[in-house]
């Protein structure tokens, strides 16, 4: 996993949590790196769940929860930091429809190591239906993408969840 989504995950900690929890969870979670990364940066998916567990634990927090609120928070950071991805797009939908596409076949060329899930979509009259793939199971991540979206576009959207597969690697949203 990229160090941009950890550095992000740490500065979501210290923002909504403090520092003091941002310190407690990097010395209470097993970490081969140590707890330092860089944004071009490599790291084991691993240590993300361990540091999503861990966070839960302290905070006494479901961890779909500590998920989706990082998806915002990194809506916002791709919002920032690449916003030539973000001109022209006026719905969520269009947004969205780009993901598979384009936006992360585009992130792949930068990060040839970047480990992506696939999007399945399919535009209905008012509504759209995403499915998610990754074996690295972050669906409720995407979601909080998702949401995110519709928020940047003042779109106001309702979204079912259905688990395709148990172990969370196939997710349906059906997006209204
Ligand atoms: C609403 C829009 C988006 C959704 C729903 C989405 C979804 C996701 C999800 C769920 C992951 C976690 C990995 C996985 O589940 O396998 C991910 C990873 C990632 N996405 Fe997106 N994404 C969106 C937009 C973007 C944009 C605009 C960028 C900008 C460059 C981007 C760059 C990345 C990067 C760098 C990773 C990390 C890959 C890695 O760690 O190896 N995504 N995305």
């Known amino acids: 996993m990229k160090g941009i989504v950890f550095s992000e995950f740490m500065d979501?900690?210290?923002?909504?949590?403090g520092l003091e929890t941002l310190d407690d969870l990097i010395e209470s979670t097993s970490l081969k790196s140590g707890?330092?990364?860089?944004?071009?940066?490599?790291?084991?998916h691993e240590e993300m769940v361990n540091l999503v567990i861990r966070l839960g634990e302290l905070k006494n927090i479901p961890i779909?929860?500590?998920?989706?609120?990082?998806?915002?928070?990194?809506f916002d950071t791709f919002y920032k930091n690449y916003p030539g991805?973000?001109?022209?797009?006026?719905?969520?939908?269009?947004?969205?429809?780009q993901i598979d596409n384009h936006i992360h076949v585009e992130v792949k060329k930068l990060y040839p190591d970047a480990e992506?899930?696939?999007?399945?979509?399919?535009?209905?009259?008012?509504?759209m239906t995403?499915?998610?793939?990754?074996?690295r199971k972050?669906?409720?991540?995407?979601?909080?993408?998702?949401?995110?979206?519709?928020?940047?576009?003042?779109?106001?959207?309702?979204?079912?969840?259905?688990?395709l597969k148990e172990d969370g690697s196939e997710v349906q949203f059906k997006i209204s």
């Not at 707890?35 to 084991?44: D, M």
């Not at 779909?64 to 990194?74: I, M």
Request: net charge negative; charged share 20%; glycine share 6%.
């Open 138 to 163: 972050m669906a409720d991540l995407a979601l909080g993408l998702i949401e995110a979206s519709a928020k940047k576009f003042n779109t106001p959207l309702n979204i079912e969840t259905t688990l």
């Open 85 to 97: 991805f973000f001109t022209g797009v006026s719905h969520p939908f269009d947004l969205l429809e």
């Open 64 to 74: 779909s929860d500590l998920l989706n609120a990082f998806g915002h928070h990194l």
């Open 116 to 127: 992506l899930p696939r999007f399945e979509t399919h535009r209905h009259e008012d509504s």
């Open 12 to 17: 979501m900690v210290e923002e909504k949590f």
């Open 35 to 44: 707890g330092s990364y860089t944004a071009v940066g490599t790291y084991p």
């Open 130 to 135: 995403m499915i998610y793939r990754s074996d």
